[in-house]
């Protein structure tokens, strides 16, 4: 396929543009999809305001990496797919040979192959993407909620890490997208779960997800009020924080029970550092771990758990936006008015 096709093009932190390019071409291993749906995310947020090193390395670039779509040319030597699939998938691959792939640990592949261009008519697919990492979409799940696999697939990383047991008690700090599959996912596993933010809305949110308590973290001080909250005032047995600020990152430590297990999910700036107190830590004997990016496993199960119903894909869509209208819509989520915008090109 060839000709021209719309899509929002980064050329610095701020200066994102709505304009005609080529379409991309894709090779011999490579899949062209034509985007049906592709959804905001906080990352992108963070690429439109400060940029991104590993995902955009040259300028101007397509950017976005949430959606789903329908093939529509496919590489000669393609087997798994045809014209006309609806697919969706991961915004990477693993090399599967690298040190820390040969360690299990894929999700920290030194070779990751990362895939760009959500917000655009069209996007390649690269080859080790469609081997490992991409699939057809199951009958009767929408484009808006596919397009969540990968979010979903984080978020599962996450908790599959973090071992929570029925009766558990969790707090989430941070009510966002990731937050709110965090609350959904705990409370799948059997857990009691607390949702903390700054906003009265995302809160209200939680709640539908399956948040049993809230606290508003500008009301009190919210290590003691979640402390209240729990049996005999030791705190949660696990904490699990998705917002990305070193002083959270302290909080959630303070806030678990004794040997409990604290999951800091959510990625700070470079150069940020965070304090805690050696003796709570030691004595108390804390757990604290930190979870990054997804699996192959996990972007699988992610769309199983969409197209069965069991995490509900269309309760994070706030609304959508055609494709003209990104910037707003990833400005509507820097306010926090709405969970996530579905862009339809």
Same mark, same amino acid.
């Given at each position: 396929?060839?000709?021209?096709?719309?899509?929002?093009?980064?050329?610095?932190?701020?200066? $994102?543009?709505?304009?005609?390019?080529?379409?991309?071409?894709?090779?011999? &291993?490579?899949?062209? $999809?034509?985007?049906?749906?592709?959804?905001?995310?906080?990352?992108?947020?963070?690429?439109?305001?400060?940029?991104?090193? @590993?995902?955009?390395?040259?300028?101007?670039?397509?950017?976005?990496?949430?959606?789903?779509?329908?093939?529509?040319?496919?590489?000669?030597?393609?087997?798994?797919?045809? #014209?006309?699939?609806?697919? %969706?998938?991961?915004?990477?691959?693993?090399?599967?040979?690298?040190?820390?792939?040969?360690?299990?640990?894929? @999700?920290?592949?030194?070779?990751?192959?990362?895939?760009?261009?959500?917000?655009?008519?069209?996007?390649? $697919?690269?080859?080790?993407?469609?081997?490992?990492?991409?699939?057809?979409?199951?009958?009767?799940?929408?484009?808006?909620?596919?397009?969540?696999?990968?979010?979903?697939?984080?978020?599962?990383?996450?908790?599959?890490?973090?071992?929570?047991? %029925?009766?558990?008690?969790?707090?989430?700090?941070?009510?966002?997208?990731?937050?709110?599959?965090?609350?959904?996912?705990?409370?799948?596993?059997?857990?009691?779960?607390?949702?903390?933010?700054?906003?009265?809305?995302?809160?209200?949110?939680?709640?539908?997800?399956?948040?049993?308590?809230?606290?508003?973290?500008?009301?009190?001080?919210?290590?003691?009020? #979640?402390?209240?909250?729990?049996?005999?005032?030791?705190?949660?047995?696990?904490?699990?924080?998705?917002?990305?600020?070193?002083?959270?990152?302290?909080?959630? #430590?303070?806030?678990?029970?004794?040997?409990?297990?604290?999951?800091?999910?959510?990625?700070?700036?470079?150069?940020?550092?965070?304090?805690? &107190?050696?003796?709570?830590?030691?004595?108390?004997?804390?757990?604290?771990?930190? $979870?990054?990016?997804?699996?192959?496993?996990?972007?699988?199960?992610?769309?199983?758990?969409? @197209?069965?119903?069991?995490?509900?894909?269309?309760?994070?869509? @706030?609304?959508?936006?055609?494709?003209?209208?990104?910037?707003?819509?990833?400005?509507?989520?820097?306010?926090?008015?709405?969970?996530?915008?579905?862009?339809?090109?």
């Amino acid at each position: 396929m060839n000709g021209k096709m719309r899509a929002m093009m980064f050329y610095a932190p701020g200066d $994102v543009r709505f304009e005609e390019t080529d379409i991309p071409r894709p090779n011999d &291993d490579e899949i062209l $999809v034509k985007v049906r749906a592709a959804t905001t995310c906080g990352t992108d947020l963070k690429t439109y305001r400060r940029g991104h090193p @590993s995902i955009i390395k040259t300028v101007p670039s397509t950017f976005g990496h949430e959606f789903s779509g329908e093939v529509v040319e496919v590489g000669k030597n393609v087997q798994k797919f045809q #014209v006309g699939d609806r697919v %969706v998938g991961a915004n990477s691959a693993p090399c599967f040979h690298c040190y820390n792939c040969r360690q299990g640990m894929y @999700s920290l592949c030194e070779n990751l192959e990362f895939l760009n261009g959500a917000y655009s008519e069209y996007v390649v $697919v690269p080859k080790q993407i469609v081997k490992h990492n991409y699939y057809k979409i199951p009958e009767g799940l929408d484009y808006r909620e596919a397009a969540l696999v990968e979010p979903l697939a984080c978020a599962l990383h996450g908790i599959e890490r973090t071992p929570i047991r %029925v009766g558990d008690t969790v707090a989430v700090i941070g009510a966002g997208p990731i937050g709110l599959m965090f609350v959904k996912l705990a409370t799948l596993k059997g857990a009691t779960v607390i949702s903390v933010d700054l906003s009265d809305y995302r809160l209200e949110e939680a709640k539908k997800f399956g948040a049993r308590l809230t606290v508003n973290a500008e009301k009190g001080n919210t290590v003691e009020v #979640v402390k209240g909250m729990t049996e005999e005032g030791k705190g949660p047995d696990v904490v699990i924080e998705a917002t990305g600020f070193p002083e959270v990152w302290e909080q959630a #430590v303070n806030m678990v029970r004794p040997g409990g297990i604290v999951n800091l999910f959510g990625g700070t700036k470079k150069d940020t550092n965070f304090n805690i &107190d050696c003796q709570w830590f030691h004595y108390a004997e804390i757990t604290v771990k930190a $979870v990054f990016h997804h699996t192959p496993y996990h972007i699988k199960k992610a769309l199983e758990l969409l @197209s069965t119903g069991q995490v509900d894909g269309s309760m994070f869509i @706030s609304g959508e936006y055609p494709l003209e209208q990104t910037l707003e819509a990833l400005e509507r989520i820097g306010r926090q008015e709405g969970i996530k915008y579905a862009i339809i090109p």
